[in-house]
């Protein structure tokens, strides 16, 4: 019998032996559903669309009366799409489900859900390839971040677990063990900043994780100019135990002096070397300007190729803080021939004499609260007549202009843990480079106490009217300083920097502070170590005195008396 045209209550279209048969429109008695397309014996057969009153549908194959095989959905309320296979009116095969933010997974579904392998596409980009399980990321699969971070490995509903391997964006892999998706168990990290932690992890962490940095021995180093000696560091853990799984972890050292605020008025040039002027913090109440630190075969090689004219031999100090002087040769300043050269050193300078009186004759005592000079003095070959400055002394040069000027040495290399121990050796302080601005306003410091302790005492009164005070008929507090000044000699200059500063070729007597710092780079796991601080105290050099040969005695021999 041929199909005819009906039209009923909720049905339009072709019928056959009074069932549905062929296409038409069918509209559900509940309002919400309709359905248009193909029909075999009275129920959806063939290719169709199942429309919702919120908005969604359902476009494919139908199987007696049911959504199955190939067909595409859509959700109102959620916005997602499907295309791919169904079973019984849920989707189950293989599919592509899409989301509005931009999430999308192509695989296998059975029952509505992701059910074995698929790829998963995130919003943001990331990636991950893998069995699934009840939506769920489960098996072995794989996971490319957005960062860039890329892993393989075992998921247990959605969480890391079991064995995986994790190669970070940065170079760093971890390979081991995972629960609940960080590092447990047995893992080892080889870090992008060259460090390696082998051992058990716990929730994230190192079980013997690093807490801090501790020096072995002594953090206070009392020495004599001239003299190096080494720094003994140690990785330890909260408790104080040796983090002996610490391995390439990266210590840089560096020295600094203590800052000072430059007095009122005073000027200062711009420092010739490139020294960091940047004040640090450290924990003994006052901040610091970088120190060049240098190693003592730096210095050696100098010596070796005849750099370091009149140097005496180079001393070692260690972990114990024992030192011994390097020798000073002594010299006759009266008998070189001299030559001055300007050093950049506050200009203004006063002397007493051995009576605590002002004093503008030649004589070289000197008050020590008063040091200071302008002037260095050299004999005609360029050599410091005292033994303390050539130059040719390492990091000592004349420039075209003939001005002594010293050059910042080499800084010490950055040394890494081994077995949560690293050391620095050898390492020493050499001579401040050109202009060292925290040397130049200490000395003008120095002078302004020294010139208002003169002129507050009795005895500075009094000089005012002796020498050059008596002939202008002024007192002391009358006198300009730069009349003073102008009659300093050269030896009695040389002699108050000596004192002040020692041998130049090293760091000036006086307060160090050494400064450990983790300066691994990323950073291990995202933590850098509290920087660490030492003490460095460096003392005059001890000169060795010429020893007197003995008078040779002669005995006269007289006889024995009967």
Not at 302 to 319: E, F, R, S, V, Y
Not at 515 to 542: G, S, W
Request: proline share 5%; net charge negative; glycine share 12%.
């Amino acid at each position: 019998m041929a199909s005819r045209v009906t039209r009923g209550q909720h049905y339009l279209g072709e019928t056959k032996k009074q069932l549905r048969e062929g296409y038409g429109m069918y509209k559900y008695s509940n309002s919400f559903f309709k359905y248009e397309g193909e029909w075999k014996e009275g129920k959806k057969h063939g290719h169709g669309k199942l429309l919702m009153a919120d908005g969604g549908y359902y476009e494919g194959e139908f199987v007696n009366g049911e959504i199955q095989g190939h067909g595409f959905r859509k959700w109102a309320v959620s916005g997602n799409t499907y295309s791919g296979q169904f079973e019984c009116g849920e989707m189950t095969g293989f599919g592509v489900l899409t989301c509005p933010d931009g999430t999308v997974y192509e695989g296998e579904f059975q029952n509505n859900m992701k059910e074995g392998h698929g790829i998963l596409k995130y919003a943001d980009g990331a990636v991950y390839e893998g069995s699934f399980h009840k939506n769920k990321r489960h098996g072995g699969g794989s996971q490319t971040y957005v960062n860039g971070d890329y892993f393989v490995g075992d998921w247990v509903y959605d969480q890391r677990q079991g064995g995986g391997e994790l190669r970070f964006a940065d170079g760093s892999v971890y390979e081991g063990q995972w629960r609940n998706g960080v590092f447990n168990g047995e893992g080892t990290l080889m870090h992008a900043s060259g460090m390696t932690y082998e051992g058990l992890w716990i929730n994230g962490r190192p079980k013997y994780e690093a807490k801090g940095l501790t020096v072995v021995g002594s953090t206070t180093f009392e020495l004599t100019q001239g003299t190096s000696f080494d720094i003994h560091i140690e990785v330890r853990q909260e408790d104080g135990e040796l983090v002996q799984l610490d391995v390439g972890r990266e210590l840089k050292i560096t020295a600094g002096f203590r800052h000072y605020t430059p007095p009122e008025g005073l000027q200062l040039p711009d420092m010739i070397e490139d020294v960091d002027e940047t004040p640090k913090e450290t924990p003994y109440g006052y901040e610091v300007i970088n120190y060049p630190i240098t190693i003592q075969s730096y210095l050696e090689d100098k010596l070796a190729q005849g750099d370091m004219a009149g140097i005496g031999p180079l001393t070692t100090a260690g972990t114990d803080n024992s030192t011994s002087a390097s020798p000073v040769p002594d010299f006759n300043l009266d008998d070189t021939p001299q030559i001055f050269v300007k050093v950049d050193v506050p200009p203004k300078i006063e002397i007493t004499n051995k009576e605590g009186m002002n004093d503008l004759t030649n004589d070289t005592s000197v008050n020590d609260a008063t040091e200071t000079m302008a002037t260095v003095v050299l004999n005609e070959n360029g050599t410091d007549v005292t033994g303390q400055d050539s130059i040719s002394s390492p990091g000592k040069y004349a420039n075209e202009d003939g001005i002594l000027e010293t050059s910042v040495p080499p800084p010490v290399n950055n040394q890494r843990t081994e077995n949560g121990k690293a050391s620095f050796k050898s390492v020493i302080l050499p001579g401040a480079p050109q202009g060292y601005r925290p040397f130049q306003v200490l000395d003008a410091i120095l002078d302004e106490e020294a010139r208002n302790k003169l002129r507050n005492q009795k005895t500075g009164r009094l000089a005012g009217q002796l020498g050059l005070g008596a002939k202008l008929g002024k007192n002391a507090d009358e006198i300009p300083d730069s009349l003073i000044t102008a009659k300093l000699d050269p030896k009695t200059q040389q002699v108050k920097r000596e004192r002040r500063y020692g041998d130049e070729r090293f760091a000036r007597p006086g307060e160090y502070v050494i400064m450990i710092e983790d300066v691994t780079m990323p950073a291990f796991l995202d933590t850098r170590l509290e920087p660490i601080f030492l003490l460095v105290k460096i003392n005059h050099q001890k000169k060795i005195k010429k020893m007197k040969s003995p008078k040779s005695s002669r005995h006269k021999m007289t006889p024995d008396k009967e």
